[in-house]
């Protein structure tokens, strides 16, 4: 197959993904938002819902979470470290009887026929991973899905402000102390980010025009043997709602989750995070105010998008 496959793996496959993957709501303020909007957004849609195809399903955050509420998965994913880590989630949580793991790339899914599944969902960006595929793909995930459908891509309006931005993650520690590498990294780097940066109007306008984070250098350093980031496709709101609408999905809404969160000083948003109850009601303010048409696309960096057949 073309590159993409070549770099999900390499990436993916890191031994240690499936457990850091796991455990990013531990460290990151920002995975905390986007995953309480998603949760919210997916069960309050699970009426007539018996079977999820989730695609690019990790280590199985939203996968383990359907089979709790009584539907059938099958979790789809290029990583066989990820599949082993939610294999592993899936035993704990009591559903493995209720997941069926398959090892498959996203840009070859001929394997289900047309309507398999009442539902489809691939969050946190698995069809931006599949560039220069990803209109096939998203093709694909409507062909075999029969009711309802989301997905969550990465966003373009979302991921320009990061270009002027060296140290956005830092914003989202939740707990610097913590023995994550990547926390560990960020702090560790912020200062010298902040020194080395130099803002480039034509790096920006680059990415505005063709989407695309990453490009001739990471393509090069693959074929060397390399396993950079990857190269990832960046959707614009009405180039996404455009797409399904043409494949026939219908009452298209588009949220940004993580909009919110984005305005908010780090040192506030730890404190909200350490009282249960403000950390509650903030997490359902944003999950409101993210929903908004206005600010979708300018969420973290995800676009996400809903849709029925
Ligand atoms: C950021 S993770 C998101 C995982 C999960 N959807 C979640 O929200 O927790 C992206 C996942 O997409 C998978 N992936 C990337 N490219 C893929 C492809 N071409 N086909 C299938 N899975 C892919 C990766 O292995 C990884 O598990």
């Not at 590159?3 to 999900?8: G, H, P, Q």
């Not at 991973?129 to 793909?137: A, S």
């Not at 075999?144 to 830092?170: E, H, M, T």
């Not at 074929?223 to 298209?252: H, M, Q, S």
């Amino acid at each position: 197959m073309d590159y993409s496959r070549k770099i999900s793996e390499r990436l993916w496959n890191l031994p240690d993904k499936g457990e850091l993957e796991s455990r990013r709501e531990d460290t990151f303020i920002d995975d905390i938002v986007q995953k309480s909007h998603l949760e919210k957004e997916l069960l309050s849609h699970l009426d007539g819902i018996r079977t999820v195809f989730d695609g690019g399903a990790g280590c199985g955050r939203f996968s383990i979470l359907l089979a709790k509420h009584g539907c059938q998965v099958t979790h789809f994913d290029i990583s066989q470290p990820m599949i082993d880590k939610a294999k592993e989630l899936a035993e704990k949580e009591g559903v493995l009887d209720k997941i069926v793991f398959i090892k498959g790339a996203l840009e070859d899914l001929s394997a289900f026929a047309d309507n398999s599944f009442d539902m489809v969902i691939s969050f946190d960006a698995p069809v931006s991973y599949t560039y220069p595929r990803q209109e096939q793909v998203i093709g694909e995930l409507v062909r075999i899905c029969g009711k309802r459908i989301l997905l969550s891509v990465s966003s373009r309006l979302g991921y320009l402000p990061y270009l002027a931005n060296p140290i956005q993650k830092n914003q989202f520690i939740l707990d610097e102390g913590y023995g994550d590498p990547f926390v560990r990294w960020c702090v560790e780097n912020a200062a010298e980010a902040v020194g080395a940066f130099r803002f480039q109007k034509d790096a920006v306008l680059k990415v505005w025009s063709d989407g695309l984070m990453g490009g001739e250098e990471e393509i090069a350093a693959y074929e060397g043997g390399g396993a950079p980031w990857c190269i990832t496709y960046t959707f614009l709101p009405d180039e996404l709602e455009g797409l399904l609408e043409r494949c026939g999905v219908k009452n298209i809404r588009l949220a940004g989750p993580g909009a919110y969160a984005r305005t908010i000083p780090r040192e506030v948003l730890v404190k909200i995070m350490n009282d249960p109850k403000q950390r509650e009601e903030f997490l359902d303010v944003c999950y409101r105010y993210d929903s908004s048409p206005y600010v979708c696309g300018m969420g973290k960096d995800n676009l996400l998008a809903v849709g029925e057949l």
